[in-house]
């Protein structure tokens, strides 16, 4: 029996960090458009000239692929390969409630393939991920 202790390991929400960014590019003057379909790129030179989608084109000063594992589909219709693969996750997070003494530091069982995390009032539990290619 062992275990590694490592107290610089974070772990994060990336739900919050997505709503805390989106705010922040609101904030700051950018647009986030969901619901929208991109159905090409148009380039210029070195650049992208305009974005075309299923309600029209988008100009802009710069652009931002952030299509998750499908980027690398859309980016390759301009010529860029990126190196991004699917990967099917599980997890569960839980209210911690008034439970007392919960987790406060994260574990892995390397074994079995399970680790738990804490964050703030919420406890993750995660388990394998699995390549199961673009299987929604």
Not at 29 to 49: L, Q, W
Request: hydrophobic share 40%.
């Amino acid at each position: 029996a062992g275990g590694i202790h490592c107290p610089t390991d974070e772990t994060g929400d990336p739900a919050k960090f997505t709503r805390a960014l989106a705010a922040k590019v609101v904030e700051r003057g950018g647009e986030i458009r969901t619901g929208t379909t991109i159905t090409g790129i148009e380039t210029s030179g070195d650049g992208v000239a305009q974005v075309m989608t299923d309600k029209g084109a988008v100009k802009g000063d710069a652009y931002v692929l952030a299509l998750g594992s499908y980027s690398p589909l859309i980016a390759r219709t301009i010529g860029l390969s990126l190196p991004i693969y699917p990967v099917k996750g599980y997890s569960l997070t839980i209210p911690i409630g008034n439970r007392p003494a919960p987790p406060t530091i994260a574990a892995i069982d390397e074994h079995n393939l399970v680790a738990v995390s804490r964050f703030g009032d919420r406890l993750r539990v995660t388990a394998t991920a699995e390549f199961a290619g673009y299987d929604t």
